[in-house]
């Protein structure tokens, strides 16, 4: 009966699809990393930055999470890489799909030379492996956290522009799309009335999915010195340390965890947000009171 | 009262890319004048639609010239389509891509509406007008069925207080009990408002039903242009007949029609 009711009013339907037992996992994960890149230094056990002789510590009451090779503290270093890695890909994620997404839905939009010369950059883009080119721009700027961001939006600004391009060519010449240029709307309202909301579902879930890439590719950047720098406690720089060092796992295996924890719980949230915001998903469920 | 097209040997061809060109239109000439009804008849690729893109500004003429109210129709592109041709509005073929998915039925109304807020009927009347509960409004389009689609696709279009409307085959994919029913409301709207129609189908039995005049083509040209009924007692081209001897007749004895050769 609360279906037959509810079918009338689908804003209210929103929590339900948000309600399903993964996406709770990824809200909770997501908070959880959330209050700790908050409450960061709060939190640590000890100075992620001080050395001790006390190297390649197992777990132990001290040390929850060991220690690695220059006997630091591994949890304390852990909880400071989360107000590192965490804001850093949500901003370059955030920034990439911004950037490509417009250059690929005014490409698409557009047409003509304006496709071509933003399609062909991109596939320029696309042509070389990524973590080279990156390391090719991140290292003719210098290397810095802000330079390495720069280049890592070089690099991964092209995937949004194909997929958005692809979608707004899908989209540019549907009825509906025709019918509000029919009542007078110009190109930009057209884009963002009828074409940005009916493309948005599907590049909404490719940041989700890209945001473990571009944790991946910080933590690259950083191991090869064109990111963050030895001592920064940075995830991926504590994985290629961990790296190293095989028989003591816990070096690698905690910040290996808790790069797949945020990533996982932001993929789930990401589906869930996706489902939620798209009308049609709602079909589904009201459907079987109708 | 104003509402006038006029299609003046107008030729519309398309390009394929390493294929010979199309003309899809070739010099076609007739006028929809003031609070007409006019039915555009003939089988599928004999122009029909094209017209109707032609009058609305989406493909260009590659001859002739046509007019809405004096004043010429060119493609818009990318700007936006100029004020005096949004008077002419279009219901197109298919229901289910004609509305938004992701606004609610009463925020497309508005719209259309905002063309001219203080003359435009309410979201509330314009439900009312085309038979819908002006309680869905708060509805999306999914939640609708295809004949209800269309009456909101109709309710959008008269929303824009439009001098002519084109249907482009805005029955076709009906249910057939819903066809006429979806006609005749068109109809009706228009003739309410005096605004003229161009009603284009391949159906002719729903066309005889609704059009004070038809006009037939076939292969891109116009053969045959005239009151219904004349068109329909007396058809004067070979092609004409033909195509009226192709309508099913429910007879229950199996009788399959003879189809018009191409």
């Known amino acids: ?154 690099v991964t600004w092209p995937q949004y522009a194909r997929v958005t391009r692809s979608l707004v060519l899908g989209a540019r010449d549907r009825e509906f799309v025709v019918a509000g240029r029919l009542l007078g709307i110009g190109w930009f309202t057209s884009l963002r009335r009828d074409v940005v909301p009916n493309v948005a579902g599907p590049v909404f879930a490719l940041t989700t999915l890209d945001f473990g890439n571009a944790i991946l590719l910080l933590s690259g950047l950083s191991f090869l010195g064109l990111g963050t720098v030895p001592p920064t406690p940075e995830w991926g720089l504590m994985v290629s340390d961990g790296v190293q060092n095989f028989t003591a796992w816990w070096v690698a295996a905690f910040p290996g965890l808790a790069i797949c924890s945020i990533v996982l719980a932001f993929n789930f949230i990401g589906d869930a947000l996706r489902d939620a915001l798209d009308p049609r998903m709602q079909k589904a469920v009201g459907s079987r009171a109708l | 009262m ?122 509330d009347d314009l439900l009312r007008s085309v038979g819908l509960d002006p309680a869905l409004r708060t509805r999306y389009p999914h939640q609708f069925s295809g004949g209800q689609r269309q009456r909101i696709a109709i309710a959008r279009a008269m929303a824009t207080g439009p001098d002519l409307l084109i249907g482009d085959e805005p029955i076709a994919s009906l249910d057939a009990s819903l066809q006429a029913q979806v006609a005749t409301l068109m109809r009706d709207v228009a003739l309410a408002s005096d605004t003229s129609l161009l009603f284009i189908s391949h159906d002719l039995s729903v066309v005889r039903l609704i059009a004070d005049r038809v006009v037939v083509m076939q292969a891109g040209r116009v053969v045959e242009e005239g009151p219904t009924e004349q068109v329909w007692s007396a058809p004067q081209e070979a092609y004409t007949q033909r195509l009226l001897a192709a309508i099913p007749l429910a007879d229950g004895l199996g009788t399959i029609p003879d189809v018009a050769p191409a």
């Open chain 2, 2 to 123: 104003a509402g006038e097209l006029v299609f003046d040997e107008v030729t519309v061809r398309y390009g394929r890319p390493g294929r010979p060109t199309v003309t899809a239109v070739d010099r076609a000439s007739f006028r929809v004048r003031p609070g007409e009804v006019v039915g555009l008849v003939g089988e599928s690729g004999c122009g029909k639609s094209t017209l109707a893109k032609l009058a609305c500004g989406l493909v260009p003429a590659a001859g002739g010239r046509a007019t809405f109210d004096g004043t010429p129709i060119t493609p818009y592109g990318l700007r936006k389509r100029p004020a005096q041709l949004l008077r002419l509005q279009m219901v197109f073929q298919n229901p289910y891509a004609s509305l938004n998915p992701r606004r609610r039925v009463a925020a497309q109304l508005q719209d259309a509406r905002a063309i001219h807020p203080a003359t435009a009927p309410s979201v």
């Open chain 1, 1 to 154: 009966m609360t279906l037959v009711s509810t079918t009338t009013r689908p804003r209210r339907r929103v929590p339900e699809a948000l309600r399903s037992p993964l996406t709770v996992v990824g809200v909770v994960v997501a908070a959880g990393w959330l209050l700790v890149v908050v409450l960061g230094p709060l939190l640590q056990p000890a100075d992620p930055l001080a050395q001790s002789p006390d190297r390649l510590a197992p777990l132990s009451a001290a040390h929850w999470f060991g220690t690695d090779s220059l006997g630091r503290d591994v949890l304390s270093r852990v909880i400071a890489g989360a107000r590192i890695s965490i804001p850093l890909s949500l901003l370059l994620v955030a920034l990439s799909a911004s950037v490509g997404s417009l250059l690929g839905a005014v490409a698409g939009l557009l047409g003509g030379v304006v496709d071509e010369v933003v399609m062909r950059l991109a596939d320029l883009v696309l042509a070389f492996p990524t973590i080279i080119l990156a390391m090719v721009v991140a290292a003719a700027l210098g290397p810095s956290l802000t330079n390495a961001v720069i280049a890592m939006l070089v």
